[in-house]
Nanobody, 128 residues
């Protein structure tokens, strides 16, 4: 099993940057696809970014492509989300998630029901 704890959220102004971290515990982190999702009040949880088991492939939602970067450090069991040029519409609770079931090192999962474990979330608020 994998336990996930997000950190790094906060209150920033439009145009600023934040780096979110997700620390994982368990035996399967290096074998897991890792993803970031976000949920704003009144909206469904939406895909933000994902990274394959070996870090060789990434995927981004159109709304964040070019501004956000996902990365992972398997030696430290941590996945990151670097967020640049933040906009007020980026305001949400950000969650990291782990998909432990894919047998392929290159695979990306971007649907919420494809992930097995979720963190508690970290709040990101962007003021105009």
């Amino acid at each position: 099993q994998v336990q996930l704890v997000e950190s790094g959220g906060g209150l920033v102004q439009a145009g600023d940057s934040l780096r979110l971290s997700c620390a994982a515990s368990g035996r399967t982190f290096s074998r897991s696809i890792m993803g970031w999702f976000r949920q704003a009040p009144g909206k469904e949880r939406e895909f933000v970014a994902a990274i394959s088991r070996n870090g060789g492939r990434t995927d981004y939602a159109d709304s964040v492509k070019g501004r956000f970067t996902i990365s992972r450090d398997n030696t430290e069991n941590t996945v990151y989300l670097q967020m640049n040029s933040l906009k007020p519409e980026d305001t949400a609770v950000y969650y990291c998630a782990a998909d432990v079931n894919s047998p392929f090192a290159w695979q990306i999962t971007r649907t919420t029901n494809g992930y097995d474990y979720w963190g508690q979330g970290t709040q990101v608020t962007v003021s105009s």
